[in-house]
Structure formats: structure tokens, C-alpha cells
């Protein structure tokens, strides 16, 4: 995926202490490897669906997915007046 045909990737917020940005491939699938191991005991259920009862390699590929799923939908209100104090 280049910049040219999702320009998002190329999108980044920084402040001194904060970075917002897209994840890369190499993260997503770091993330994935995270999620494959587990975040939580499995005898315990804190999410709506039962991902944890997932293979592990199941639980991965839904984690990436997920993500995926939620680049959709940006709304930008009031930005125009805010460019010159952030230097544009």
C-alpha cells in the first residue's frame, strides 16, 4: 500500500508528548503476535464477544482486522482557522 493510493499513511498529529498516527504492516502485526498470546486470563470474559476462545492465530488475524475496520469515517471540523498555529 503506497501513500499515494491511502494517503492516511502518510497523516501523523504530534505534540510534545502524543503521536497519533496509522500503524504500519510491521506494527499491525506486532499487535497481532500481542493479541495471539492473550491480554487477559482466559477464565474471565471483559469483551462483548469471545475472541479469547479463539486459536490463537484466529485471534490475530481478528485483532488486525479489527483495526482495519475502524479506518473508516473521519470527520475534520475546524480545522481551517487552526492551521496557522500549527505553523501551515
Known amino acids: 500500500m503506497t501513500l499515494t493510493h491511502w494517503?492516511?499513511?502518510g497523516l501523523v498529529l504530534r505534540t510534545p508528548r502524543l503521536e497519533l498516527r496509522l500503524p504500519d504492516l510491521r506494527e499491525s502485526d506486532a499487535?497481532?503476535?500481542l493479541a495471539a498470546e492473550g491480554v487477559h486470563d482466559p477464565a474471565t470474559m471483559p469483551f462483548l464477544t469471545p475472541w479469547t476462545d479463539a486459536p490463537p492465530a484466529e485471534r490475530a488475524?481478528?485483532?488486525?482486522?479489527?483495526?482495519?475496520?475502524q479506518l473508516v469515517d473521519v470527520e475534520i471540523r475546524g480545522l481551517a482557522p487552526c492551521l496557522p498555529f500549527f505553523g501551515v
Request: no cysteine; glycine share 6%.
Open 7 to 9: 494517503p492516511l499513511y
Open 31 to 33: 499487535t497481532g503476535d
Open 61 to 69: 488475524r481478528a485483532h488486525v482486522q479489527f483495526h482495519w475496520r
